[in-house]
């Protein structure tokens, strides 16, 4: 269901466009795409652009959505794992995700955890990295595909009136809209050395993302 909106409502809202590095054109069964985190809107683009590639993956979610009467039952149908923020049964959704990985599903974890407290709808690099990517690809050896994307601000961002009139007017302002999949990297050394390891990757593929954009969109200082 989340696949099938994606794919239905990004063109909609923008122009959206898809490189990828290498052997990243086929996503292996058990591996983990580690995107930025930047917007509401971001979840959707890659969404679409893994579509497009022919997965379908599980993906990390904040519990929150689980409580939406039907989307909740039709996640929970479709394997999707909440995250339990800040309690302490937030690791059981790694163990969930590693018997996903086992199962040979593509799994879906945002490494920066939540979206970064700013107003404006520029696009900046990743946020600091929580650990829990690097726990799930440590402990499971899985290879994690860096994601960057960039342009999902240009739907969404500031306050709740201004996200509402940026979804509205997206289908007329067109924005761009680019992901870019870098190769596949096996993180390795302490969780510490292997979330360092993971952002750099992701950070790498940001650019790539930001690169695809007009050059009057292009920001040379990325948020660290």
């Not at 022919?54 to 009467?69: F, Q």
């Not at 390891?197 to 007009?214: M, S």
């Amino acid at each position: 269901m989340l696949s099938t909106f994606a794919r239905t409502v990004v063109p909609l809202l923008g122009r959206l466009t898809v490189t990828t590095a290498g052997t990243a054109r086929t996503i292996a069964p058990g591996s983990i795409v580690a995107p930025n985190h930047t917007a509401l809107a971001d979840p959707g683009l890659v969404l679409a652009a893994l579509h497009r590639l022919g997965v379908e993956p599980v993906v990390l979610a904040t519990a929150g959505l689980w409580k939406i009467p039907v989307l909740g039952r039709r996640l929970a149908r479709e394997g999707h794992i909440p995250v339990h923020r800040g309690s302490g049964s937030a690791a059981a959704a790694l163990d969930l995700a590693a018997e996903a990985l086992a199962a040979g599903r593509v799994v879906v974890i945002y490494p920066e955890g939540g979206l970064p407290r700013r107003r404006d709808s520029a696009d900046r690099g990743p946020g600091t990295f929580r650990t829990g990517l690097a726990r799930l690809a440590l402990t499971t050896g899985a290879p994690v595909v860096p994601l960057g994307h960039a342009g999902a601000r240009r739907i969404v961002s500031g306050g709740r009136a201004k996200q509402i009139a940026g979804v509205i007017t997206a289908p007329l302002r067109r924005p761009d809209l680019h992901v870019h999949l870098g190769e596949p990297v096996h993180l390795a050394g302490t969780i510490d050395e292997a979330t360092v390891q993971a952002r750099t990757a992701v950070e790498a593929a940001w650019q790539q993302a930001v690169g695809q954009l007009p050059s009057s969109r292009r920001v040379s200082n990325p948020q660290v």
